[in-house]
């Protein structure tokens, strides 16, 4: 077994020794280390890659917590690695297997590092098998090991006697978890995430069900299937705010998501603005759900739901909603956009795109006072833009493509509007001045109309950034930095038509 932990730079090194928070030796600075803990930092020190030798006083007769001071940015309480309660080693570029930290260290150590509360791996190269000693350190509360290398699988034994758990942070690695069915965690998690890990079986994990206070799930992009049952919704009246089930191959039909008593008082991060629900790019189908006004961004897209908008739009349209960010693009949505109150205060984006929606754009819309982000392209969308669009003086982008929305060019626009497509409509008449007073406008699609006339001259003013770029950007907009410059679209959609 590889036991060599490299540091591949001085920096590094020092960076390395440094992030060793120790937190919290409680004991008595001035009494010397005990054997075992020297025996401890030497081994540690055996296992670093140390060209400059700065670790040098490590060794020898001398009270070993002198070693550390030595180094002016450790705290000398390293030195009681029995009391040692928090090891950070977050966002190094270690190198090496973790079966050296802890065979050679924790395991063989494990006396000294039983009271360890707070383990902090991410952000690393750590590679190997995660150690099944993990399971002993009993008063762990929260373990991260997210964005490394570790392979292999974790199963149940790892977590054996972790009854204290509370934060498991694990995504991003090539790992495997595995767990029986009738598996009983020994812990209540908060937090866990285990993005791009691989589950064992394949679908949502029954032991989720004992989880009574889940704030985060991330399960993205795990590779489970199969449908979610329906214990697993109580997530959100349990006081989950942060759910993602998002690039799975999770089906069947959603209920409407309640979060009785929500927040919960006790757990409630004021940094949190509402309820998160991701379970975009999953095989969903039946209708939209009905969600609780706690939820702040509602991300179904990229699946099978089918029905129309108007249960999701118009329930209890006289109860302000909470919603930010609603994105319902790219399922098989049908039906008219309802035109009912729409007591969305909040909400920025709203993203409908290719779908099956018919009918006219609802005046309603006007209620959507904090709108910045409109995507309806790829729908079936007709009869002429309600003028009461302006009213979203906050927009920012609309994108209209392909659609047979019809009439002459509005002229209307709010002088907010960055990104304009209105591109495979049926807009007809000549393209006016009003135009160029939209002097934020970087992109600007009219390709695919019965445009007639003349370009008006001042949009040499309006492309007088004009720069190149590529359309593939347009479909990803959702919030705009200012950074594109202007275009303007008005042939083919392979030909740009270039100005001047
Ligand atoms: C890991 O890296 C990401 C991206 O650089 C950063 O946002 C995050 O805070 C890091 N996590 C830790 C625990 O250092
Ligand atoms: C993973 O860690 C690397 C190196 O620290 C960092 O650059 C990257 O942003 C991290 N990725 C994530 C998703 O946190
Ligand atoms: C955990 O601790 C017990 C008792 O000290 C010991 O028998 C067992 O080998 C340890 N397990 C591991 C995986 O280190
Ligand atoms: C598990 O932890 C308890 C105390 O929390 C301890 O008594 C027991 O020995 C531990 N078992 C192992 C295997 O470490
Ligand atoms: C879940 O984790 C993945 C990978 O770290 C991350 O990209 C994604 O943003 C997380 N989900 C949410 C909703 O933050
Ligand atoms: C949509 O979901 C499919 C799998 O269901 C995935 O392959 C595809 O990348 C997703 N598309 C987007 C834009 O996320
Ligand atoms: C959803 O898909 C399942 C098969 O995955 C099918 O049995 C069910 O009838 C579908 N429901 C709806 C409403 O389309
Ligand atoms: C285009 O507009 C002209 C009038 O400007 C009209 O005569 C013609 O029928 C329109 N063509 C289509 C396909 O709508
Ligand atoms: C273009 O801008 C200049 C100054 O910014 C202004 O004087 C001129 O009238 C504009 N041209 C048109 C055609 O609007």
Known sequence: MDRVMRVGSLVSFLLCIASFTVSLCKGDLYVPCKEHERQALLLFKKDLDDPSNMLSSWGGASDCCNWISLEGEIPNSLGNLCKLTAIDLSSNNFLGRVSAIFKSHLSNQLESFKNLRYLY?????????????LGNLSLLEELAIDNNSFEGVISEVHFTNLTRLINFFANENSLTLKTSPDWLPPFQLSILTLSSLHLDPSKLPAWLKSQKHLSTLNMSNTGISGTIPIWFWNIYSNGAYFVDLSRNQLSGEVPNIVSANWPKQQRFDPQVSGILIDLRSNQFNGSLPLVSSAVSTLDLSNSSFSGTLSHLLCDRSDVPKNLLVLHLGNNLLTGEIPDCRLHWPNLIVVNLEDNNLMGKIPSSIRDLLSLRSLHLR???????????LQNCEQLLLLDLGGNKVAGSFPIWFGQSLVVLS???NQFHGAIPYKLCSLTNLQILDLAHNNISGTIPRCFQNLSSMANTFSSEGLTSIQFLDASFSVLVFLGSPTQRLQFL
């Open 422 to 424: 209105l591109r495979s």
């Open 378 to 388: 790829n729908n079936k969308l007709s009869g002429e833009l309600p003028v009461s």
């Open 121 to 133: 791996l991410s952000n690393n190269s750590i590679s190997g098998l995660v150690p099944v000693s």
